[in-house]
């Protein structure tokens, strides 16, 4: 009798979701952040035709050497890097990126880090993966924002995964000018020592933290993510993100 009640509260619950989701979708149709066409039950922020669409990197499938993976090589102890797709400004596929960041729309990261989790699980790619953290963002970004969008990407991931997450290990001090215009050398300059440990770090000897950010560029915020970390023995790094620019 009570397995029966339980069945039927399940029904009734699955059946009250998609009712309102159906209800919501005549009401305020929700749109494909990519295509702008509207998006069908079960869809979430870009629609399948999109999905197939978007440009993968497929770096999973060869994590230790591959050109993103490259750009950390003897700049941190790096042991696998991987985006999901290949980011090229005004594309369909940064409108992902743009919303993500500037439309306040955080739930596109935790279904995006979903999403990214999911098509690189059966590679093995979090295979002795200790811990997940996201790039943090400076106090006044985090003010104007509300949210860290690579938090958002982390806690996907997270879920998927089953791999523990903390937002709050590293600390970003500063921030002193948007990446996006600058070149490589003025990148690590402008990120240099900006993220310090909250602490002491003795928990961390020897674990294996994949660290994850939106964007890949030069790699340059990753490293001086990474470079907090310098005085922990063993400690070694994957990287994970969204999207990588392939200059």
């Known amino acids: 009798m009570r ?4 069945r039927a509260i399940n029904l009734f619950t699955r059946l009250f979701i998609y009712s309102s989701t159906r209800l919501l979708d005549f009401v305020a149709p929700r749109m494909c952040v990519m295509c702008g066409k509207r ?3 079960g869809e979430e922020y870009v629609c399948g035709v999109c999905q197939l669409h978007i440009p993968r990197t497929f770096f999973h499938l060869k994590p230790l050497d591959n050109i993103m993976a490259q750009m950390f090589w003897g700049q941190m102890p790096i042991e696998r890097a991987t985006a999901m797709f290949l980011y090229q400004p005004q594309s369909n596929t940064s409108k992902i990126v743009y919303n993500l960041k500037y439309s306040h729309k955080p739930e596109i990261g935790i279904v995006m880090g979903r999403m990214m989790a999911n098509e690189v699980m059966a590679s093995g790619f979090f295979e002795g993966i200790d811990l997940i953290i996201p790039v943090p963002l400076a106090p006044n970004r985090m003010k104007q924002r509300g949210y860290n969008q690579s938090a958002m990407l982390t806690q996907g991931i997270s879920e998927i995964s089953g791999i523990e997450s903390n937002s ?11 990446q996006t215009r600058l070149s490589r050398h003025s990148r690590m300059e402008n990120v240099n020592e900006q993220f310090v440990l909250a602490t002491d770090g003795g928990s961390l000897t020897d674990k294996h933290i994949l660290i994850v950010d939106d964007v890949a560029t030069t790699g340059a915020t990753v490293i001086a993510c990474a470079a907090a970390f310098k005085r922990i023995e063993g400690i070694r790094f994957s990287v994970m993100t969204l999207a990588f620019t392939h200059s």
Request: proline letters at 0%; a positive charge; aromatic letters at 6%.
């Open 3 to 6: 397995l029966e009640k339980e």
């Open 39 to 41: 998006l069908s039950t």
């Open 168 to 178: 709050h290990i590293v600390i970003r001090k500063g921030f002193k000018e948007s």
